[in-house]
C-alpha cells in the first residue's frame, strides 16, 4: 500500500486530492497537513512514501517544508503542487530535491499515476507545467553547449525518450508514442539518467531544455 501525505492549506484542495487517491485500491492517505511549519513533524509521525505539498503555505512556505522534509532520516518522495503561474519558488523546489510539480487541478488518473511513479522512486512533470516550469528555471540562458555535449552521448532512440521525458510524459505514454513496452521504456529512461547525471526525469527534462531537444 502507498502511504501519501497532503499538506496544503486550502480545505477545498486536500478534500478534492483526497477523495481522487482513495478511489484507488493500491493508495491509502494517511495524514494531511494545513500548515508549513508542521509538515516534516506529521510526516515523522505517519512515515508516508510520498508527500504532496503546496508550494505556497501558511506561516511557513512549501520551501520551508521541503528542506525540512528532505532532512528527514528517511525522506519522501516529494512532489510540489501549483497553480498554472510557475514561479521563482520553481528553481529554489529543483535544487532543494523535489520529485516533480503537479498541477492543483490534475487529472484524476494522472495524479493516480504520478503518486504510483512517485512511490517507485521516479519523478513527475506535469505537462501542463512542463514547458513553462523548464523556461523559468533556464535562468535567462539554456547552457546549450553543456546540454548539447550530454545529449550528444545518447544514441538517436536515447534522445527520443529524454525529450519525451522533456514533455512530462509518463513512461507509459512515452511507450506508446514510441511503440516500446514500458518495461523497455523504463529500461531506456535509467540509461539515461546515469549517461547525462540525472537524479530525477525533472533534471532530465532541465537537459532535454537547454540541449535545445524541446522548445
Do not use: W
Amino acid at each position: 500500500m502507498i502511504k501519501v501525505m497532503l499538506a496544503d492549506d486550502e480545505d477545498l484542495v486536500r478534500s478534492g486530492l483526497r477523495t481522487i487517491l482513495s478511489s484507488a485500491g493500491d493508495i491509502e492517505v494517511v495524514a494531511e497537513c494545513d500548515d508549513g511549519l508542521f509538515v516534516a513533524d506529521v510526516a515523522r509521525q505517519h512515515r508516508p512514501h510520498v508527500v504532496l505539498l503546496d508550494i505556497r503555505m501558511r506561516s511557513a512556505d512549501g520551501l520551508i517544508a521541503l528542506r525540512r522534509l528532505k532532512s528527514l532520516p528517511e525522506p519522501p518522495q516529494v512532489a510540489m503542487l501549483t497553480t498554472f503561474d510557475v514561479d521563482e519558488y520553481v528553481t529554489e523546489a529543483l535544487r532543494i530535491g523535489a520529485s516533480g510539480f503537479l498541477l492543483k487541478d490534475t487529472e484524476p488518473q494522472q495524479l493516480i499515476n504520478a503518486v504510483r511513479d512517485l512511490a517507485r522512486g521516479g519523478a513527475v512533470l506535469d505537462p501542463g507545467v512542463a514547458a513553462r516550469l523548464l523556461t523559468t528555471v533556464a535562468d535567462g540562458e539554456r547552457a546549450a553547449e553543456p546540454a548539447r555535449r550530454l545529449l550528444a552521448s545518447l544514441s538517436d532512440r536515447e534522445r527520443e525518450v529524454v525529450g519525451l521525458i522533456g514533455q512530462g510524459l509518463s513512461n507509459a505514454e512515452i511507450g506508446g508514442a514510441l511503440h516500446l513496452s514500458e518495461a523497455t521504456v523504463k529500461g531506456y529512461v535509467s540509461a539515461v539518467l546515469g549517461k547525462i547525471g540525472a537524479v530525477n526525469r525533472v533534471q532530465a527534462a532541465l537537459v532535454a531544455y537547454r540541449g535545445g531537444l524541446i522548445a
